[in-house]
């Protein structure tokens, strides 16, 4: 089936612009969670939604990182007034409560570069 | 502080040895994931550990864990060349549900024929 998916691939903006990230997690998947790869660098959460329940941001790393999730479904990533800091691919991973030890599966990236 | 050490950092190789990538945590976990990312691409799940003394096979390569130590060791036998990658181990330090991961640095694998 279809794995996630994320849009756009890659995305150049200019310092001080907003931006906003897209994923779709694998269908039927209940959580959904956000990192940050800088080059060379390991992963760092950003947010993790689940079901109804409020997520947790606490992963998020300044008060112009937001994101929104519909349900079970798309969520968005929203970034304002980029710095070039915030350069970086953003992962979109999803699991399901039914499968092992909550396995996540990622998707493709977004590739950020601030300018 | 929740921390994963991984070392070697970089490793490169000969096709045909061994080796054994170590990933060290900092406070109680019993689940622990390894990853494989290709330049470029994503992560690719490569094995799901989630009790102590947990062993997991596939092909060339064998992931365990023990939970006492907090270390997980990924070992590579007879290396190819299509081994070459950065492999990271996560480990899920939530405890309450929420199942972030932190993740490792990495170890980039170079295998030279």
């Known amino acids: 089936g279809a794995g996630v998916s994320q849009s756009p691939s890659n995305k150049v903006t200019e310092k001080g612009k907003d931006v906003e990230l897209r994923c779709d997690p694998i269908?039927?998947?209940?959580?959904l969670y956000w990192y940050r790869q800088r080059l060379g660098q390991g992963l760092e959460f950003l947010i993790y939604f689940q079901g109804n329940s409020a997520p947790d941001k606490s992963g998020l790393p300044s008060d112009r990182f937001s994101a929104e999730r519909t349900g079970e479904s798309v969520s968005t990533l929203t970034i304002q007034r980029t710095q070039q800091e915030d350069s970086a691919v953003y992962l979109c991973?999803?699991?399901?409560?039914?499968?092992?030890?909550?396995?996540?599966?990622f998707g493709p990236g977004t590739r950020l570069t601030v300018t | 502080e929740l921390k994963v050490e991984q070392n070697p950092l970089f490793l490169s190789m000969q096709e045909g040895k061994n080796y054994t990538i170590y990933c060290n945590y900092s406070?109680?976990?019993?689940?622990l994931y390894w990853y494989r990312q290709d330049p470029g691409k994503s992560l690719e799940s490569l094995f799901v550990?989630?009790?102590?003394?947990a062993v997991k096979q596939e092909g060339r390569l064998m992931a365990s864990l023990d939970t006492k130590a907090r270390l997980s060791t990924l070992h590579i036998t007879a290396a190819v060349h299509d081994l070459s990658a950065t492999y990271f181990c996560a480990v899920d330090f939530s405890g309450a549900g929420s199942y972030q991961l932190t993740f490792g640095k990495g170890t980039k694998l170079s295998v030279i024929p």
């Open positions: 406070t109680t976990s019993d689940r």
């Open positions: 991973a999803s699991s399901s409560s039914l499968g092992q030890g909550y396995e996540q599966y």
């Open positions: 550990l989630l009790s102590n003394g």
């Open positions: 269908s039927g998947h209940t959580a």
